[in-house]
């Protein structure tokens, strides 16, 4: 049972772009997935947010849980009722902030037992209670509770936690009570053990999900094996459902993926670059809080449509970036719309044919270098391309 | 440019218009200068800023942006616009001359007709109500709201807010710099030491291209010697001889410095000199220094009602400082116009939420049923609708959403309230976004007191034309005093 409908609208080889009907609103994908942490996206209103063309955000299970809590949300009618927010929803499970913020984090089959670092009490996080937490909050999408291990683990423990991953998927799916109203995604895990990804595949797509995420990457590893697991993924994972990759934002990453067949993404890559006063831009990043930019009268994207770039220059930018909020957000602005044009702008190279095209000009406008008569793409980008038949363009004929 | 519309009858409070030209914005005094940090309303982007409507004039202290972006800067970027508008402007012609020589000289010719007769019209308007209407380009209707250069649009500040530029000598940042005859000492936003004489100020002045400029002046800080405030007393006329020199379009209309000190000899001695200089017609307005620095309330009504005594009526007042409502009132009881505080933001960094509650309310309906009143059935539904009202529940003026009882509260901030973050969130949420600390909180907040800020001046001015001001200064003083409870 599921709570969702996808519609392939058009397709380039591996790379699709479709219609993902959710309970509160119709997303189109390839997706990506600005990072909301607490119920607010640091800084910026609902209003602007619709503004620059979200259409899925994503909260943490893992703070919301502390702060307000559960019950609460059952109480107020859910999250969406209580930011004031009426478009997409995804919350994660709560494992990997538990994995990765805690010292002391013992996992058992019965769960996740966590110390917590304020006051040291106890909490044990079981598949049972992160599903009721999920379904109070109220999310279109929700996430299994995983067994989340380092990417770079092999041996006993990658298969005992990628087996348990599939027990838990089951006990999640028992213990879930919205199946109407909330889709609830298995995380496909094994490292980067093809084998291993090979048997969590089959057993996960058995149990006939809304969904499907790929989980386990993101952290350390090579971009070599990353991109292979990636593709293996989305080579078995059935073409009818959406496809989840988490953790993933760099834009380089972004289309690689996307041309491999994923369809949603998230990271908190662009909010947390902007606090720093880094822009993205199309030929990669501008660090604005550098001199350079103390007489440069542009705005930070000639053909970008968002409040930062039709009213101010990288000028007026540089002068606030780090020194006042207001910085922080104009940035934030820029860099989330960004992202956004970005896969719109795929999305239609895939309507129109000219998917191969589009890459290869994003590609090299990247990693293109003033003076150099080549251009060096790292080797991970060119062998995922060209697994998608997809050659880039070497010559460096500057403008 | 300032008007006196209206005198109050039992106090010397007046209601007025201020013209500013270069924005075309007209503000209705008394009215506040919203403070803000290098040009921006801490928190608040500009499109978050265009939600509380009447936020008309912002101020600049000039020490924030003497860095970043500095002189330098702002010279060039104000180089760069006149190129961009000179090559438009080719363009255009250049468009214009092929649009010309397609259609014929008859059509021409009607046009222009055309054309003179929307202008008679304009002027004639405009006569009827004594206010200036420029006559439209005939390519480009909003030329005229386009800012072209300057401070306003190197930081997007937009057609729809007027720029007030002063500047505060360092000890108003907490640090003594002995200042000079020649030079002001200023503390910047970083915390380093910057002298700027009176000269640079002006130069500064007209590449930021503000609406108002204050004349350069050391505001004296209390304790000083008598020498000493001599001095600087006399440093400030000389300066603003210097100012006045230095008066461009592109440096606006100039405020001189009035100087409230406590003793009253130098303090005519000033006046006289000042008010000489005032008949040349050089200076539009005032600004009274040396006030809001730990003097005690009476003390500060009776020098304000001493000074303005013998100012020129027809020229607007400003004042400086961080003043609750109540001390605001005593200001504008004595005849000032303009104020200039950042006080609703002091109350947000402490995560207070201002609820004004209409004390005019009551007031305002009696008005109007006094007008209405024809049965007595009705009298007695309206008396029920007042004891009503008052058996509300006690709201304070300030609420602190830090309190955990705020927690279940899933109503706006203040029931009623329209502003963007009354309309769209709860006090619940914002409870919840200072718990994790989210910069979201700050936003919501500090778009809320403003707001609530700007009521407050809506209803002065409701007082002040209906001749109650002391109703309503009596109505405020009781709600401040019930906060305390």
Known sequence: MSALEFEILAKSGKARTSILT????????????????????KGLTSKQLKELDCQIILGNTYHLALHPGGEFFGKCGGLHEFMNWDRGLLTDSGGFQMVSLSKLAEVTEEGVNFVSPKDGSQMLLKPETSIKIQNQIGADIIMQLDDVVHVLTSGKRLEEAMYRSIRWLDRCIKAHSRKKEQNLFPIIQGGLNPELRKICLKEMIKRDCPGYAIGGLSGGESKDQFWKIVSLCTDYLPEDKPRYLMGVGFPVDLIVCSVLGVDMFDCVYPTRTSRFGTALVWEGTLKLKSEK?????????????????????KSAIHTLVTKETVGCHLLTIHNIRFQMRLMQRFRESIKNNKMPEFVRGFMKAQFKKKGEKKITYPTWVIEALQSQQIELDYENDED | MFEITHEEENTESRLGKLTLPKSSITLETPCFICSTQRGFVRHLTPDNLLNIPDIELLSINLPQIIYKPGLTTLKRFNKYCQEKESSIEIKEKENQKEKDQEIGKEKEKTNKKEQEKENESNLKIGEEKGIEIEIEDENDNNKQNQIKDGLKRYYGIGSKHALFLKIRNSEFAGFYYPSTDEKIACCSSEGTKIFIT?????????????????????????????????KQVKRSLKWLNLAISKKTARTGSLFAVLYAIEDPKI????????????????????????LFLNESRIERKKRISEITELLPKELPRSIVGDATLSQILDCVEKGIDLINSSFPLKLTELNLVLNYQNPLQNLRSENKNKNQKKNKNEDIEIENENENENKKQFEPLLMNLRNIKYEDDNKPFVVGCQCFACKNHTRQYVYHLISVREMTAMILMNLHNIYQYSLFFKDMRWAIKNNKFIQFKEAIETLEKSNLK
């Open chain 1, 22 to 41: 959710l309970p509160h609103y119709k997303v189109t994908t390839p997706i990506f997935q600005p990072v909301g942490t607490c119920g607010s996206m």
């Open chain 1, 293 to 313: 930019y103390q007489f440069d009268f542009d705005p930070i994207e000639k053909d970008c449509d968002c409040l930062t770039c039709k009213t101010y220059t």
């Open chain 2, 198 to 230: 009176p000269s640079q100020y002006m130069e500064f002045a007209s590449e930021i291209n503000p609406d108002i400029t204050v004349s350069p002046a050391i505001e004296v800080v209390g304790n000083n010697k008598r020498d000493k405030i001599e």
């Open chain 2, 267 to 290: 303090r005519n001695k000033y006046l006289d000199q000042l008010l000489k200089i005032v008949k040349n017609g050089k200076v539009d307005g005032f600004l009274f220094g040396c």
